[in-house]
């Protein structure tokens, strides 16, 4: 009995734009000129956004706080194709994707500063907190889809994860349901050639991740991430598709991470600075705003002007985000269960003593009362 096949399956890899910013417009989307100013304006804020967020790291004026850039593109331009009912489900690194959708960046730095008072998305979006935990968040964005989908309503769920997630039981769990109910699902894979210290090979030994999307029965598709015109294009196909109950898509987006996972990483320990080096030649704002220049969509006073708003509209939001008033550190204890462990009851009692003796001591200033449920 010869073997014969039974499935073939093809994963496409689109790019749109060159190095120089040339582009081939029998591919390019059909998009128009307040959506391009659109996304170079909200890409500059992030890239702005970013750098500001590093140094205040370094001043000790926020926490731990995960690099975005090189990463603009994958995280605002997903984030504009959708309209505010259709789900985002971003990682940690996925500031971008908010922003995109209008949450104000001072509530950004407030969460990376430590309180959870920043986790605030504007009301009229279906906007998810990020899930710390890597990838727990697959099954969630599924569950969302599906929930649409039941309703009748045309809504999508845009869930973005790192090429490490993709290695994840979530991702399987998620694509199956996906696949087997034609859901709305988009799985946006950010293939940002690390996870942490572990390399995009070391991952997985599949050729791309966007084929691992065939298995499930999604229409899969691999994609420049550092190309905003290609990845609108995907992602706005994508949505469509899922407008049209045509099921789930998986979406590959090469792109990488330029900087440290986090401040607290030291990503020199374990890659070399040619990679980096390679990838800073395709950063994708460089190559967004010589197409913008080239087209003639901008010139240089435009990009100027951009550039100067950016950068005082993050100064604002940094002034906004240091006048919030501090929170009682108790806080960090309130809403959490309807029973405290021994332990936890024990920890409280321990730092109100702390909070105690340095408000004696004068260490810290006066802290406004406790808020929330104690249990
Ligand atoms: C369940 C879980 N395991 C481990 C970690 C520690 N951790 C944080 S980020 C990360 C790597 C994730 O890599 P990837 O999914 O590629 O996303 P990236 O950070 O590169 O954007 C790991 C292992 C975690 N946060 N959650």
New binding site residues.
């Given amino acids: 009995m010869p073997f014969t096949t039974v499935a073939e399956h093809k994963t496409e890899h689109l790019s749109v734009l060159s190095a120089d910013g040339s582009f081939d417009a029998s591919v390019a989307p059909d998009i128009s000129k307040e959506k391009l100013l659109e996304m170079y304006t909200v890409m500059t804020r992030i890239r702005v956004f970013d750098e500001r967020a590093i140094k205040l790291q370094r001043q000790g004026r926020l926490g731990t706080y ?1 690099q975005i850039l090189g990463q603009e593109a994958t995280q605002c331009v997903p984030a504009l194709c959708l309209e505010p009912k259709d789900w985002i489900l971003p ?3 996925g500031q971008g994707s908010y922003f995109a959708r209008g949450m104000q960046m001072r509530y950004s730095l407030m969460y990376w500063g430590g309180d959870d008072r920043g986790v605030q998305y504007p009301k009229e979006n279906n906007d998810l907190m990020f899930s ?5 968040h697959m099954t969630q964005a599924m569950g969302l889809a599906w929930g649409e989908k039941l309703k009748g309503t045309k809504n999508v769920a845009v869930c973005w ?6 290695s994840k039981g979530d991702f399987h769990e998620a694509m199956t349901f996906a696949g087997v109910h034609k859901l709305p699902l988009i799985m946006f894979i ?1 293939n ?1 050639g ?3 210290s572990l390399s995009r090979k070391e991952q997985c030994a599949a050729e791309t991740l966007a084929q691992k999307g065939h298995g499930y029965g999604a229409h899969s598709i691999q994609v420049d991430g550092n190309d905003p015109l290609a990845v609108y294009k995907v992602v706005s196909e994508a949505v469509a598709r899922g407008r049209a109950g045509e099921g789930p898509t998986v979406i590959e987006a090469l792109t990488y ?1 330029i900087s440290n ?1 986090t401040t607290a990483d030291d990503a020199s320990r374990y890659r070399s600075n040619e990679e980096v080096e390679e990838w800073k030649k395709k950063d994708p704002l460089d190559r967004f705003r010589k197409h913008l220049l080239k087209t003639g969509i901008l010139d240089d006073a435009g990009i100027e002007t951009i550039q100067k708003e950016a950068e005082e509209y993050v100064v604002g939001e940094v002034k906004a985000y240091e006048a919030f008033d501090k929170p009682n550190p108790l806080n960090m204890f309130a809403n959490n269960s309807e029973k405290a462990p021994w332990h936890v009851i024990e920890q409280r009692a321990e730092l109100e003593e702390i909070l105690k003796e340095k408000q004696i001591r004068n260490e810290i200033p006066e802290l406004p009362a406790a808020e929330g449920r104690f249990p």
């Avoid at 710390?132 to 727990?136: C, D, L, Y």
């Avoid at 994860?161 to 993709?166: K, L, V």
Wanted: charged residues 20%; without cysteine; hydrophobic residues 35%.
């Fill in positions: 995960p990682t940690y690194r710390i935990p890597v990838g727990a994860i790192g090429d490490g997630a993709s950010e940002n690390w996870a942490i991470r996972h």
